[in-house]
C-alpha cells in the first residue's frame, strides 16, 4: 500500500484526485500495490466533493504521518511549496510536482535534498504538461550528446499566434478570445511575456546538459510586439511565426538560453503545431531530430503526467529515481549576444537603407505603408545588426529559425 | 565495472560499438561505473576495425563468461537470434535487442524468461529507430488507458510515397531512387508490402494494451498498389496518403491492429512526416493526442537507442526493468472487418454507380480517363462498402483517417 497526499486542490490538484480514482485498478495492477489518496491539503474545505473528507489545513499532519509516502505538490509558486516540498522530502517523503516555477528556481537544491534523503523528486507535469519529454530526455536519449532543445513551450501563446496567422485576428483581439476560452488568464503576462516559457527551457536544459539554468539567466521576450504586419511578411516567404524557447551547447560547453518570437519555415514540423499544442524538438549527435508533440497544458493531461510520476515513485518506494543536475552558476549560462542568427527586421525606412544590410532580402505585404520596409538577413550576431540598420528605425526584430 | 557483448557485427551492432566508444566519458558518468565492450560475436572478422580484437566466433564464449552483464542482439531474424537471446537470459545475462522481428514472434515469452531470471530484456530501438517510444508509452502515459496506436511506422515507404507526392515520381521510379540512397533494400518486400511495420504495430499495441499480438493476426497490406492517380484524387480533397499501421482498443476490451495506406487529412500532424521521418500517434483519456517524431531508422539513431538500452539495464543489473505484458491468443486480436471507416474508392465506372455510394462525395483529376470514378464514402464496413459498390469495379481502396 501507498499512500499518497495532494498539496493545493485547484485545477491540476482536483485532476489527479480524479486520474487516481477512476484509473485505480489499472494503476493498481502496474505498480502492483493499491495506491490510495490519504489526505488533500488546502485551506478551503470542499464539503461537496467527493474528495471532501481527504481534506485536512494542517501541513504538519502529512509531514509527521510516517505512512505517507508520496507528495504531491500543485500549490504553485515558489514560497509556500518550497517550504512544504523541503519539509516532505526532509521527512523522507518522494515529491511529485508540476510546479514550474519552483524548479526552474530551486531544481538543484531539491534534488540534491532528495538525493540525500534516498527519495524521489519528479516533475514531468512541469513542462509540455501531458507530454512524456522530461524522462525521454534523461533516460532514452541519454547514449547522445544532445546539442540543442527548442520548443513551442506555451499553449496560450501558441493558440494566440494560430488565431492571428488563420483567421487575421490582432493581438489584442486574439487574447481577448483566448481569456474568453479560458486559455489565458485574466492576467495574461506570465504567458504572453513569455515567463512561463523561459522557466520551462531552464527546466529542460538542465536536463538536457546537466547543469542548473536559472530564469535570470535566459533573456526573455514574449508576443505582445507582433503585429499582423510581421504575419503577412512570415507568409510571404513561407514561414510562420511562433514563440521559441531554445536552449543550445555552445563550443565552450556553456548554455545559450533564451525565449523570443522566432520565424520558423513552413515544412518545418514545428510550423504545424497549432492551437494550444506544445512541441519540444531535441537535437543529439547520434539521433539527429526527434519531436514531442501534444497538449502542454490542461487539467487531465496535466494531471496524468503527475500520476505516472506517482507511479513511479511509488515502484521505486524503497529505491529513489534519479534525476540530477550540476549547481548552476554565471559559468553556466549565456545570453545570446555571440550567437549569429539570420534576422527579420520590419522598419521604417527606404529600400535603398535596407538593401544596404547584408544579405538582405527584401518581403512585401498587401497595403504596406510607403516608409515600411522588411526583410531577411545573412546571419550576424544582434550587435552587428543593430550596426547595419543605419538610417532604418526597427519596429520588428525576430529571428529566423534555421 | 559493466561488461557488454554485442552480437552481429553488422550495421546497427557496429554503430553500436561506435556510440559506446564515441561518447563513453558521458556514458559510465550517467551509468556510474565504467560500461566496456568485451566481445563481438559475428562470423566474419574484421582485422581493419579498431574493435576486431573482440571479435569472437562461438556465443558459448560469451555465454560462460561471468563477467559478461549485458547482451546486445543485432542479428536480426527469429532463429539464431532467438536461440541467443534465450539463452543470454537463461543464464543471467540482460539482452538489448534491435530485432523487431523477434519481439513481435516472442516477445511475450523472452519477457517472462527474463522475468524469471531477474534480468531486463529490453528493445526500445526496435520500434521508430532512435524515437524514445516504447518506454515513454509503458512509464510516462501508464496512468492513461490509451485507446489508439497509429504511426508511419517505416521510412522506406514514407520516402517513396513522399516522393511519389511532392516530384510526381511513380512507384517504381521512387522505389528505385530510394534503394540508389540506400533507404531501400535490394528485395524491398519486407518494407513495401508493410511486414515491417506490421511487426512494428504488434509490439506497439503489446505494450500500450498488455496482451501480445502476432504479426499473422494483423492484416497488413503494403504501398504498392499506390497508384499517382490515386496522389492526385488525395491531394484534391486537401489529403495525403500515408501507409500506417493502427491498434484500435475495441469496446469489447479486444485489439483492433492492422497496416495499409490511409488518406490522412493534410492539417493533421501525421500528413506533415516526411521522407524517412517516423511518427507514432497515442491516443490516451486523460492525455488526449500525443506525437513523437524523428528519424525511423539508420546506423547512429538506432544505435542510440540500443545504447540507452543497455545503460538502463547497466543501472538496473541487479533489479531487473520492468515491461511486460501478458499473453497473446485467438481472443486477443481481431482484424478491422467491424469496425466502420470512410473509404476512398477508385473505380472503373460511371458517376451516376459512384452517386449510389451512401455518403459518396465524387472526386476529380486533370486527365482522368473517361470510365474513371473517385470517391470518398461515409463511414462503413469492408463489407457494407463492397455491397454498396455494384457495377463499379474498383482500382484502389484506402481507409480515411479520421
Known sequence: MVNVAILGFGTVGSGVAEVLAKNADHIDQKVETPVRLKYILDVRDFPDSPFGDKVVHDFSIIENDPTVDIVVETIGGATVALDFTRRALTAGKSVVSSNKELVAEHGHELLQLAAEKGVSYLF????????????????????????????????????????MIRSGLTFEAALKEAQANGY???????????????????????????????????PTEGISGVTLADVAYAESCNRKIKLLGRAVKQDDGRICAYVAPHLVDGEAPLAGVEDVFNAIMVKGDAIGDVMFYGRGAGKLPTASAVVADVMDAARHIRSRKRIEWGPGGDDVAVGPEKMAFRWYVRALGTAEDARAVPGASLL??????????????????RAQLDGALGALVPQSVFRVLE
Open 124 to 163: 514531468e507535469a512541469s513542462v509540455g504538461g501531458g507530454i512524456p519529454i522530461l524522462r525521454p530526455l534523461s533516460q532514452c536519449l541519454a547514449a547522445n550528446e544532445l546539442t540543442e532543445v527548442c520548443g513551442i513551450l506555451n499553449g496560450t501563446t501558441n493558440y494566440i499566434l494560430t488565431r
Open 184 to 218: 489565458a488568464e485574466k492576467d495574461p503576462t506570465a504567458d504572453v511575456e513569455g515567463h512561463d516559457a523561459c522557466r520551462k527551457i531552464c527546466i529542460l536544459a538542465a536536463i538536457a546538459f546537466g547543469r542548473h539554468v536559472y530564469p535570470r539567466q535566459v
Open 364 to 381: 512585401s505585404r498587401p497595403g504596406a505603408p510607403a516608409d515600411e520596409v522588411a526583410f531577411l538577413t545573412s546571419p550576424m550576431t
